[in-house]
């Protein structure tokens, strides 16, 4: 019979009545499966990694409670894992509106360090320099090794156009938060000053901010409602007829932003 002290139940937010069959299918797992289920023995591991990762985040964990195997079979995929470990950093930001650097409407999410920002600070903010690997590795000296070993926030590219003039860009392998990685290497003293000053002196290449940064809508809990921002036409009706250059079209609103915008 399972045990019902506290340290085998998950530790959830219920009213002090809870059902006792609510709580049932929250208990953890304490044992290997005593039997083999024999429609999930005859199918491959590779097919089961297929087809579940098609399933949203809610479908898979209610998959895990299903039984024991179930629940080793979904842990063991590697995207269920990068979920787990990474999946809360964006949960925590898609319940704030404001940009974290310069505190107006962000509509979009700096993918290595999970910040949410505004796409003026995407294309300005020192905070968000990019850089990619390679070129980290030669401009520090570090070996690679201790570089994979030590910095985690390294994001992958996928084909695609990262540029304001709408023509592809040349596209590295992985890029990284130069700031945040500068700073981890300092912490474990493998940043020399010359290293530093190198850095700091060589050119960015503005593409690779839009290639680690992507539109990100947030979640308001007092509506229930997910809002992506809204882009002002008037801004851009104004653009066309004078045929002047300005960043006014590129900005996005709240939906209260947006009313002080259009008494502007």
């Known amino acids: 019979m399972a045990s019902t002290d ?70 063991e995929l590697q995207e ?4 787990v470990k990474h999946g809360m950093e964006g949960f925590r930001s898609m319940f704030t509106e404001i940009c974290s650097l310069c505190k107006n409407f962000g509509g979009f999410l ?20 990019v850089i990619s690997l390679i070129a980290f590795k030669k401009l520090t000296k570090v070996k690679m090794k201790w570089l994979t070993y030590h910095i985690g926030h ?12 709408e023509k592809p860009a040349r596209r590295p392998g992985l890029l990284l938060a130069e700031v945040e990685a500068a700073r981890m290497l300092s912490a474990l003293c493998l940043l020399t000053p010359d290293a530093n000053e190198a850095l700091e002196m060589q050119n960015e290449k503005k593409n690779y901010r839009f290639m680690v940064s992507t539109a990100y809508p947030w979640y308001d ?44």
């Open 6 to 75: 506290s340290a085998t139940i998950l530790d959830i937010s219920r009213k002090p009545g809870c059902p006792r069959n609510y709580r049932k299918p929250l208990r953890r797992f304490t044992a290997s499966p005593l039997h083999r289920e024999r429609n999930l023995v005859h199918l491959m591991f590779f097919r089961m990694s297929y087809w579940t990762s098609y399933l949203d985040t809610l479908i898979h964990f209610r998959f895990r409670h299903v039984n024991r195997r179930a629940r080793i079979l979904a842990s």
């Open 80 to 83: 269920y894992k990068r979920v």
């Open 110 to 129: 700096f993918l290595p360090t999970a910040t949410r920002c505004c796409f003026a600070c995407i294309e300005n903010a020192p905070e968000l320099r």
């Open 154 to 165: 390294v994001v992958r590219m996928v084909p695609g156009i990262y540029s304001m003039g």
């Open 221 to 264: 809990p007092n509506t229930g409602q997910v809002h992506s921002g809204v882009s002002c036409k008037g801004c851009q009706i104004r653009l066309e007829a004078l045929a002047v250059a300005s960043r006014d079209r590129d900005g996005l609103f709240s939906s209260s932003g947006y009313q002080s915008h259009f008494e502007t």
